[in-house]
């Protein structure tokens, strides 16, 4: 696959920003801090934080790709050719048409881009690429079809249709979603028992939810779309720098949420302090000619709550 290397840095630029910004956003209310130092650690062991990085990394270059695609940004394609060369026919009163984005070239470029530094073969380079294509693979499913109307006087008798990239926004709150979901599994030997070098493959480490059949042996293979993970993340709860885990002690609570950000949920049942204070500042600010600048001055009490530390 040969691309111009001044047309990789755009989309790597822009994947770099969206990744950081759109991993911060989400975990700004969790007892998950993110921040530099932790995102690197974050990637030393198997964790659902390792699995949901490697997913939403994996999206992010298959994503900026398909986005630099249809802009023309990129030689080696464009639209995707793949709608108009359908055998299938359209719905009834619509064809396909416009410029799908070509999100088949972005999957293969970030196939080809993250998945050939995992040569071990071993079972965190499994996990990898496991996650890589589960992100790739919430890029194709999150994309939305939009169409234009032809007709007389306004009417829609006739649509035209493409495929179009959501907000990246989505696409990460779908592998957050997976991540809250993600399957413990394990790295077992797979293929023929005759067979002197068997590779090995990864399976659910737990059984089936209650209520399934007894299964096979290769049902229990994780489905492509999940995130997988080998180790049981660190206690968020608790500072533990080498497990890059800054712990919930002073962090900034919401007294009243009863979401992530609310102080139950935040300081781990551990409480919360109040603080209180004065703020101050300019206001009601007129010109007065000539010249200076008149203005009062407010205040307004309020109050902060951060996590209590844990108790000695």
Aim: with cysteine; charged share 25%.
């Amino acid at each position: 696959m040969k691309v111009i290397q001044t047309n990789i840095i755009t989309p790597t630029l822009i994947l770099t920003i969206t990744i950081l910004s759109s991993h911060r956003d989400m975990e700004r209310d969790s007892t998950e801090r993110c921040t530099i130092t932790t995102f690197g650690r974050s990637l030393d062991n198997g964790s659902r934080e390792a699995a949901f990085t490697y997913a939403i990394s994996s999206a992010g270059v298959a994503y900026a790709v398909t986005a630099a695609c249809s802009r023309g940004n990129i030689s080696e394609c464009g639209c995707d050719p793949g709608h108009k060369s359908r055998k299938e026919p359209a719905p009834q009163g619509w064809k396909w048409g416009g410029c799908s984005a070509d999100v088949g070239y972005g999957m293969k470029f970030a196939r080809r881009f993250l998945d050939a530094r995992e040569i071990e073969g071993d079972e965190r380079s499994l996990m990898n690429l496991h996650n890589n294509k589960a992100g790739r693979k919430a890029v194709k499913s999150n994309l939305h079809t939009e169409c234009k109307c032809h007709g007389v006087s306004g009417s829609c008798t006739m649509k035209t249709c493409w495929k179009t990239l959501p907000p990246f926004r989505q696409i990460g709150d779908s592998l957050m979603k997976k991540y809250s979901r993600a399957r413990a599994v394990v790295a077992v030997q797979s293929g023929s028992r005759l067979s002197r070098r068997r590779p090995l493959q990864l399976v659910l480490k737990r059984p089936p939810p209650r209520g399934f059949k007894a299964v096979p042996a290769l049902l229990r293979v994780p489905r492509r779309s999940d995130l997988v993970f080998l180790q049981d993340s660190p206690n968020y709860c608790e500072k533990d720098p080498s497990k890059g885990s800054l712990g919930t002690s002073g962090r900034l609570c919401n007294r009243t949420s009863r979401g992530t950000d609310g102080c139950d949920l935040m300081c781990c049942g551990r409480g919360y302090n109040t603080h209180q204070y004065t703020k101050t500042w300019q206001c009601h600010c007129k010109f007065h000619w000539c010249c200076y600048v008149n203005c009062d001055t407010c205040s307004e009490r309020t109050e902060e709550y951060t996590c209590k530390s844990s108790q000695p």
